[in-house]
């Protein structure tokens, strides 16, 4: 994760100092990143200020670094000129620098994004589906489902929502209520609230299973002795009310569903045992290192797993071993040349194993040079 740290110093009182330069302290990557980070607005132990008021803003989700002939790259801060900004990207899409921060003659850009889409996956259960066989029956009972809470961020979500809707959706649900006294409640609890797990086990109704606890009724019986009754309410955690919620189709929405499904189709279908094993990471990291007038040189950002290696192409589609028609090389080196067929130029970038057939890369990393002759 590269870190930029930086400070617009803003006095009220003079105009000029809203549309200066911001001051960069920090412009370096670090290496092992963690998942999630704490926002502090304030944390020194020796502080003496006022703050007059605070505000977060998502961040454009673009880097932008350029480079003089020779010399290093540096950090291009992206944002309105009010904010320290020394360009901005607009629709269209273009990435136009402020005049004030105009690069100079031979000055190399180098810009990273990162692309957005809709999060799909496929998922089957071997299991079920064998015990459904019969005869003429397949034992394949299909469902497509568009998750609105939890949403699902990122195709591994889905994956994890729809391998616990073909494995804990096998099993029907079961709703309950337990009637006690305080005195009584399951496992010597002190108290019991809603969302608590309730381990329920009734052999002569053949229930046994975890539960969630729902719903938590006292009533006060005993006010001397402090003696109440609980009316428990729990559903089974793969139960209807605990489950996803999904959205409602409408005609309105058939055309982009129709779309939708076309790309779900062409998704993989994975193996409730196989969840999360079976991509790659992606070459994030890949990188331009050098332009001529013929060809490119390209750095994968990362070494090749053992037997595996680096795949190429001309295009974002027709990945795997099977289809060399816009191949542009496998490599199995972090560092190669490609041919330059023109002025601007896209490469595509995939890793992939020595396994039978090979993993994949999830996603695919895009390389574009725009680079005169």
């Not at 006022?50 to 932008?64: G, H, L, P, R």
Request: glycine share 8%.
């Amino acid at each position: 994760m590269r870190l930029v740290l930086e400070v617009h110093d803003v006095d009220p009182t003079n105009p000029a100092t809203i549309v200066a330069a911001s001051t960069v302290l920090y412009d370096d990557v670090i290496a092992s990143a963690p998942a999630f980070c704490t926002y502090s607005l304030a944390n020194s132990p020796g502080l003496q200020c006022s703050i007059a008021f605070t505000q977060m803003v998502q961040a454009q989700d673009t880097e932008v670094r350029s480079a003089l002939p020779g010399q290093s790259y540096r950090t291009r801060l992206v944002g309105p000129l009010s904010s320290g900004g020394e360009c901005n990207i607009y629709s269209g899409p273009s990435l136009d620098f402020f005049s004030q921060y105009v690069p100079a003659l031979n000055e190399l850009i180098e810009v990273r994004y990162r692309g957005g889409g809709r999060a799909m996956a496929r998922v089957t259960n071997p299991v079920s589906i064998a015990a459904g066989q019969r005869e003429i029956d397949d034992g394949v009972r299909a469902a497509v489902r568009h998750l609105k809470l939890p949403p699902a961020r990122t195709s591994a979500d889905c994956e994890n929502a729809a391998l616990a809707l073909v494995t804990d959706g096998a099993t029907p649900g079961c709703i309950g209520k337990y009637q006690t006294w305080s005195d009584f409640l399951p496992g010597g609890a002190q108290d019991i609230f809603p969302g608590d797990g309730l381990s329920v086990n009734v052999a002569s109704c053949n229930a046994i299973f975890q539960a969630i606890v729902k719903e938590v009724a006292i009533a006060v019986e005993d006010l001397s002795g402090d003696h109440c009754v609980y009316d428990i309410q729990f559903e089974h955690v793969v139960s209807e009310a605990l489950a996803f919620e999904f959205d409602t189709q409408t005609i309105a929405t058939f055309e982009t569903n129709a779309r939708l499904m076309t790309a779900f189709l062409d998704l993989p279908l994975i193996p409730s045992s196989q969840v999360g094993t079976t991509t790659l990471p992606p070459l994030t990291a890949a990188v331009v290192t050098q332009v001529s007038s013929t060809t490119a040189s390209l750095d994968a950002g990362m070494s090749p797993v053992a037997g595996g290696g680096i795949e190429v192409r001309w295009s974002d589609f027709g990945w795997g071993p099977s289809n060399d028609q816009n191949l542009a090389g496998r490599f199995t080196t972090q560092t190669f040349t490609l041919p330059r067929l023109a002025k601007a130029e896209d490469y595509y970038l995939r890793q992939y194993d020595g396994s039978t057939p090979p993993k994949y890369s999830r996603f695919s990393a895009a390389l574009h040079i725009d680079y005169p002759y």
